[in-house]
């Protein structure tokens, strides 16, 4: 039963007889039905766990930024002098500047252990040591004066807090089934060499089928991870071993005379 199948993959080697038989269409909407699973998944983590901290992060930009107003590509507002903001969690620090004029190099930013530095007439952030990367806010020329307030960092932050979900929802599936697609393409060659030094005499169909059921574990684990605090350690050796492990397991048990029926 295909919603039971993720379960099976994982808890039952005997299961690995049905799937190797289980037609290319079969497999793959299997895949398909895994990819669901784990966007619904990673979709719940985002909502609760990074929604909320990309809010705080508008949020805090708006209190701690002055008003601002871009007109024309040139930014105004009551700033004094170079205005130095460090995000809470020391994550990143902003320069707001707008009385300047001139480009913005990697020595200002890095003068002031800042990774972000608007100025007059352009945003410009340091990409690595010594190297920046500036845009023009003359090309973001709108009808009438745009004012930056704390209602627009909240209007940003609903913006993003959207588009970060929309495409986690709507791009995870579709790199999911790729990537564990290619996947099963890496580890069927790892089956046949398995097939071979054990013997088994499977047919690269039924190796595929095995490669692609065996990887549920390690992505199973994976999601599991997204409710910790830290990371998965070492994932891709541990996605070789689990999966190579489950694989050799499964031609074992595959080509080993099934027990007869009470």
């Known amino acids: 039963m295909l919603l039971i199948d993720p379960i099976n993959s994982v808890t039952s080697l005997q299961f690995?007889?049905?799937?190797?038989?289980?037609?290319?269409?079969?497999?793959?909407?299997?895949?398909?039905?895994?990819?669901i699973i784990v966007t619904l998944v990673s979709g719940y983590v985002v909502w609760r766990r990074l929604l909320p901290r990309l809010s705080a992060e508008f949020s805090w930009l708006g209190k701690a930024l002055p008003t601002l107003t871009l007109d024309k590509g040139r930014l105004s507002g009551d700033v004094k002098a170079p205005l130095v903001l460090v995000e809470?969690?020391?994550?990143?620090?902003?320069?707001?500047d707008p009385s300047r004029v001139k480009p913005v190099t990697a020595e200002d930013l890095e003068s002031k252990h800042a990774q972000v530095y608007v100025s007059q007439d352009a945003l410009t952030i340091l990409k690595q040591p010594g190297v920046v990367q500036s845009f023009d806010l003359g090309q973001m020329r709108r009808d009438a004066p745009l004012r930056i307030d704390a209602k627009f960092w909240d209007a940003t932050g609903k913006a993003a807090a959207s588009m970060t979900l929309l495409v986690v929802l709507l791009g995870l599936p579709v790199f999911f089934f790729l990537w564990?697609?290619?996947?099963?393409?890496?580890?069927?060659?790892?089956?046949l060499a398995l097939n071979s030094m054990l013997e088994a005499r499977l047919s690269y169909r039924e190796l595929f089928n095995v490669a692609l059921y065996a990887q549920t574990f390690f992505v199973a684990l994976?999601?599991?991870?997204?409710?910790?605090?830290?990371?998965?350690?070492?994932?891709?050796?541990?996605?070789?071993?689990?999966?190579?492990?489950?694989?050799g397991l499964a031609i074992k048990t595959i080509s080993a005379p099934a027990a007869p029926a009470a």
């Open 16 to 35: 690995y007889r049905r799937a190797a038989r289980h037609s290319l269409a079969r497999a793959l909407f299997y895949l398909f039905y895994l990819s």
């Open 180 to 191: 564990k697609l290619l996947a099963t393409a890496f580890y069927s060659v790892m089956a």
């Open 88 to 96: 809470p969690h020391h994550f990143f620090s902003v320069v707001v």
């Open 222 to 247: 994976r999601l599991l991870f997204l409710f910790f605090p830290r990371p998965m350690p070492q994932p891709l050796l541990i996605a070789l071993i689990s999966t190579s492990a489950y694989i």
